[in-house]
């Protein structure tokens, strides 16, 4: 049996190279003045479900929702594996929480069609909520599976996987179709093929049209670049929220219960020491604890 695949990821501020101003007035993110990443728990997820593909064939799809920008992590997917990416992009989701994001990424999913798995990570580094993909499986009335680290074993519309706990490992069954949040320890995603950077590197939203022909002027206007990109299976489809039918007022600021009253800025100090055994038991411990905490 085949699987087919759906993977949501995020482009995320670089929290590590926080400078300027940050926060807007409003209490949204200032994405413009942070340099730009693929959501490290997304990358793992995105590794999983290449390698549910891998073993048993189908399709992997990556879904982000963002600014034009955006579009980066999708020719990322493109270029470490996936099949098919899709940019959702309006200034009617701009300023969206948690709630919001998952209506428009579940009113998304249900334009993209039928599906057997969808993975995310478990969380974003610029929220930190986790709340994003249980709220997805719940507003698409399907199971989930959170902290995925293993899938044990994928027979038929059955699924078994290892979650890892605070305090230990929980291996949990589940019917398809379902939802999977996956954790950082849960691979090595892998990474992005030279061969395929090559054949999607002119990959582009018409969004992009504008930069493109700056970059590449032989191809005349919009109307010819476009043609060649569709010919080739390049171009990067961008959904508005028209196009996934979604309820406007349930999008973006509009649809954001959640709002952030006051930002602090807290300078961290050294508060104590700790010694680390000088053997390779101690090393792979800080080097663990720094991978964790996005130091390294």
């Keep these: 049996m085949t699987y087919r695949c759906v993977v949501l990821v995020k482009q995320v501020p670089d929290t590590t190279q926080i400078r300027g101003k940050a926060m807007n007035e409003d209490g949204t993110v200032n994405r413009a003045a942070l340099p730009a990443i693929f959501n490290p728990e997304d990358l793992n997820a995105l590794e999983m479900a290449l390698?549910?593909?891998?073993?048993?064939?189908?399709t992997v799809?990556?879904?982000?929702?963002?600014?034009?920008?955006?579009?980066?992590?999708?020719?990322?997917?493109?270029y470490r594996g996936a099949d098919k990416v899709i940019l959702l992009s309006d200034r009617k989701f701009a300023?969206?929480?948690?709630?919001?994001?998952?209506?428009?990424?579940?009113?998304?999913?249900?334009r993209i069609g039928a599906f057997d798995l969808i993975f995310c990570g478990?969380?974003?580094?610029?929220?930190?909520?986790?709340?994003?993909?249980?709220q997805v499986?719940?507003?698409?009335?399907?199971?989930?599976?959170?902290?995925?680290?293993?899938?044990?074993?994928?027979?038929g519309d059955e699924i078994v996987v290892a979650r890892a706990l605070p305090l230990g490992r929980e291996e949990v069954k589940c019917s398809l179709p379902c939802l999977l949040t996956v954790v950082n320890t849960a691979n090595r995603p892998r990474p992005p093929s030279v061969r395929r950077a090559m054949a999607y590197k002119l990959a582009a939203t018409p969004l992009e049209y504008g930069a493109l022909l700056e970059a590449w002027p032989e191809f005349g206007s919009p109307e010819a670049l476009e043609a060649y990109l569709v010919e080739r299976g390049l171009q990067i489809p961008v959904w508005t929220a028209a196009d996934i039918g979604a309820d406007e007022s349930m999008l973006g600021l509009a649809g954001s219960p959640t709002k952030v009253l006051k930002i602090n800025y807290v300078v961290l100090g050294s508060?104590?020491?700790?010694?680390?055994?000088?053997?390779?038991?101690?090393?792979?411990q800080l080097l663990q604890e720094l991978a964790q905490d996005y130091i390294l």
């Design 271 to 284: 508060t104590g020491s700790k010694e680390i055994p000088p053997d390779d038991e101690g090393i792979a």
């Design 95 to 110: 300023g969206a929480d948690t709630l919001a994001t998952s209506y428009a990424l579940k009113c998304a999913v249900e």
């Design 51 to 58: 390698q549910v593909r891998d073993r048993h064939g189908g």
């Design 122 to 134: 478990r969380q974003a580094i610029d929220g930190d909520t986790a709340q994003v993909g249980p």
């Design 137 to 155: 499986a719940e507003k698409l009335g399907i199971p989930q599976i959170t902290y995925a680290e293993t899938i044990l074993s994928l027979d």
């Design 61 to 78: 799809t990556v879904l982000t929702m963002g600014p034009p920008r955006a579009a980066d992590v999708l020719r990322e997917a493109l």
